[in-house]
């Protein structure tokens, strides 16, 4: 698809935003705007899956230069491998949130607040993946984070959404104007702002340093790197549920796109530190995403908290990726980023696909605490499956899709012993560890979400009365299982897609995945591993049927109903259950004591009183408490004392305009 | 433009050199009568440098603000105020100057420091270096009079010396616009109107003329 169709198709999405205004309020407003949506997502996705097509087959990549923008200069879009697989991955999720939202959307209490910008985020994220020019760059990005802060602020009754606005605004305004600084050196102060240009000039090696530091904390602003995810959790659920799953399973990826765009394609050859700072940013961000995570029992900030930490899987890609490349191991490079950019495709499906569930539960019972839910899977089973299998793919189970990913990370570790450096060479396994103990704990806090929300009995009324959700809801949710199962049970496919991607920034790609026999996945070379999705699916299919036969048809047919075990204590109470807090104490015990000094305190009544017993449970964030903490509360001094001078008399006034008056003369003295 | 030097550059140094000394005796007297009185002769010794000045560089207009200086600064302003301190019965007030020891030898770095950071003009035209660095000397010190005065008169007293000094170094800059200097000489005028009605409201209400007493009303303080 010729990339000036593709940017008309954008530039309609960009119109809807502005033209749906003035009728957001009418009843069929939201079902044409998503529908309008999900038509152009889908014909995006179809331009992005020609692009990668194209880019496979060895075009070179499409250019279009439009009068706007910065003067002499234009802007620029390109559309190459790189850009047209994060059109996929950003249309493929857009698609599914337009579907969700043709359901969802009708429970939508402000929708003035949220069809107007909806488009416009959509066509922000999809720009900034084409745009070819810095100043094209960031206006997107700009576009895409303004989008999306109004999309946060939609429910601004609740002041705890407000106070996520104003923390989303001040650390998206971060994370502009560190890109702005690192455009502004790897453009050479302003003299060169296209792509092309910058391409080809490297910029020497102090300025490089700079870049990637301020590269990586302005896309670590937005994509929710440790320390500077505080925002991402408080903002990403205040949203409607469809922007939520957008700016969790999209938007991260957006910006992901930057780093690898600016580090890999951009900036001239990489040192080996880089990568080693990168991958250990990504370990601790994994580890502690999911630890987070552990702690809530907010649905939504949960799956949040979990964006977290896969984000910190996709960084120990990049960084491995960055480590491989400086040490001329091209087929490690090109595996580790294999591995990183799988991830955000899976990212992108999965977490998706728990946010509709989110929502759906949502929209089902008005609770988003898990602690009120419970029992949902018989009044909506359909979407429990769906959830069942996000959660199974975001665990890094077989055969789906989030294990081949997280297998292929763990296979670009098991080759870093051949690296040089004796820094990396400590550092990568310990990443390993981390990363192999930050998906064990994602299982464990999916087991609690979802068997807390799910499973047992119902906690409250409104948990006992949910009904199953709308068809074009289920109609999303399923699309993203399939497309689940199908990256987790083909992967080959996928990896041999990627290849043009990866050749482009690395130079070396994988071995191609087709010649395999057995749709078998194979990371270096067969006779040192390989996996198989097809071959475990079947075989769990094959086992659980027998299983099923074997039980059904060879003991009894009956199905038996039976009381719960309860102990010997006769209370029935749906208290009695598991709870969010009760099911993650013992992970709580081994880790949050330290990390985040969690202290539980029990308030047990002497026998005769009659109020509660209480278990007070507290926690502190380290990163508030550390880098935040400090930070707000110079600002809040030098407040005070700027507004102390605001009340000084006349005099005083007059005499501080004198001061300074005499000491710009006496810096013009000695300065001329 | 033929510049004289010799005599000619002397008497300007001279009348120039008088403003800055009349500065000082601003800076120094705490009577306000006697502080009209000095103002007085600030314009006067402005009238006499503005009308060298015009003679030098033979511009009318330089006279016309010579004139204008000698009619409004040097006689209907010093008037009006001495009109106003006698009617507002402030005749006795003794305003309380800061440590005019301190003040006076802060002043004379001042001077210092206008005449180093005009410096550079040395090179190219000295006449006009010597103008300008007294002139903004004499702003410096008007500023000064200004802030170390709690007394509004002061106050008034320290804005016409600034406006003198302005006149001066409008003067001393060649081929500049009489429009200015009009300019100038008119935001004076105004000045003095809004002073005066200023001066005689906060009398009205506060029996003083303390500026302090305005800080105290103004609410925002603890």
Known sequence: ?672 | MPVAHGLAFDVAHMLAGGMVTVSFMLLFQDRLFALIQFIALHALVLTLALGWQAWLQDAEHLYAAAALALVFKATLIPWVLHRLVRRLRIERAVETVVGAGMTMLFGICLVGLAVVVMLPLAAKSPLMWEDLSFALAVVMLGLLIMITRRNAVGQIIGFLSVDNGMMLAAAGAHGMPFLIDLSIAFSALVALIVFGIFLSHIFKHFDSVDVHTLDRFRGDQP
């Open chain 1, 1 to 672: 698809m010729p990339l000036p169709l593709v940017l008309c198709l954008i530039l309609a999405m960009l119109a809807a935003g502005p033209l749906v205004t003035p009728v957001a309020g009418r009843s069929w407003a939201g079902g044409a705007l998503y529908g309008l949506c999900l038509a152009v997502s889908g014909l995006l996705l179809v331009a992005g899956l020609l692009g990668l097509a194209a880019a496979g087959a060895g075009t070179a990549p499409q250019l279009v230069r439009l009068p706007l923008g910065v003067p002499w200069i234009g802007a620029g879009f390109r559309l190459d491998g790189l850009s047209a697989f994060f059109l996929i991955v950003v249309n493929f999720a857009a698609a599914a949130a337009s579907l969700f939202a043709l359901g969802y959307g009708r429970h939508e209490l402000a929708p003035r607040r949220v069809l107007p910008f909806y488009p416009v985020f959509l066509a922000g994220m999809n720009l900034v993946v084409l745009a070819n020019d810095a100043y094209s760059f960031l206006f997107s990005w700009e576009l895409m984070s303004v989008a999306s802060w109004f999309l946060v602020m939609a429910h601004n009754h609740d002041p705890a959404n407000r106070r996520a606005g104003y923390v989303y605004l001040i650390m998206a305004a971060l994370s502009t104007q560190m890109l702005l600084v690192t455009f502004g050196l790897l453009s050479d102060f302003g003299s060169h702002l296209d792509f092309e240009a910058i391409r080809t000039a490297h910029p020497p090696v102090e300025i490089a340093r700079l870049v990637v530091l301020a590269a990586v904390i302005g896309v670590g602003a937005k994509a929710g790197l440790v320390p500077l995810h505080v925002w991402l959790p408080l903002a990403h659920p205040a949203a409607p549920s469809h922007v939520s799953a957008l700016m969790s399973g999209v938007m991260t990826k957006v910006a992901i796109y930057g780093l690898v765009r600016i580090l890999f394609d951009l900036l001239g050859p990489p040192e080996w530190t880089w990568g080693a700072g990168i991958l250990f940013i990504g370990g601790v961000t994994a580890v502690m995403g999911v630890l987070y995570a552990l702690m809530q029992h907010d649905l939504k900030r949960l799956l949040a908290y979990h964006t977290v930490e896969n984000i910190g899987i996709i960084a120990i890609g990049i960084g491995l990726a960055l480590a491989f490349r400086a040490n001329g191991f091209g087929l490690g490079a090109a595996l580790a980023l294999t591995a990183a950019l799988f991830h955000v495709l899976n990212h992108s499906l999965f977490k998706s696909l728990l946010f509709f569930g989110a929502g759906a539960v949502l929209t089902a019972t008005g609770k988003r605490d898990l602690d009120h839910l419970g029992g949902l899977i018989r009044g909506m089973p359909i979407t429990a499956f769906c959830f069942l299998m996000g959660s199974a793919a975001i665990s890094a189970l077989p055969p789906l899709n989030g294990f081949v990913s997280e297998w292929l990370a763990l296979q670009a570790i098991l080759i870093s012993p051949e690296l040089p450096q004796w820094v990396l060479k400590f550092l990568v396994p310990m990443v390993g560890a981390g990363l192999a103990l930050s998906a064990a704990l994602a299982a464990a806090c999916f087991v609690k979400a979802f068997g807390i929300a799910f499973l047992g009995r119902a906690r409250t009324v409104a948990a006992e009365r949910a009904r199953e959700t709308d068809r074009c809801s289920q109609a999303a949710m399923l699309a993203l299982v399939a497309a689940c199962v199908l990256a987790g049970v083909l992967p080959g496919m996928v990896v041999d897609a990627l290849a043009p991607v990866v050749t482009l920034l690395v130079g070396f790609h994988m071995p191609t995945q087709s010649s395999e026999p057995w749709l078998t996945l194979v990371a270096t070379t067969p006779e040192r591993s390989s996996y198989n999705g097809l071959v475990l699916m079947v075989f769990i299919a094959v086992s659980a049927l027998v299983a099923v036969y074997g039980i059904h048809g060879l003991a009894s047919r009956r199905r038996r109903r039976a009381g719960a075990w309860d102990c010997g204590y006769p209370e029935t109470s749906p208290a009695t259950q598991y709870t969010a807090a009760s099911f993650a104490q013992p992970i709580r015990r081994v880790f949050a004591s330290v990390v985040f000094s969690a202290r539980e305190s029990v308030d047990m009544p002497v026998p005769g009183d009659l109020r509660p017993a209480r278990l007070t449970l507290t926690l502190r964030d380290p990163v508030w408490a550390v880098l935040y903490r400090p930070v707000v509360e110079t600002v809040d001094t030098a407040a005070g004392m700027v507004s102390r001078a605001r009340t000084l008399s006349i005099r005083q006034h007059l005499s501080l305009v004198y001061a300074v008056l005499i000491l710009l003369l006496v810096v013009l003295a000695l300065w001329q």
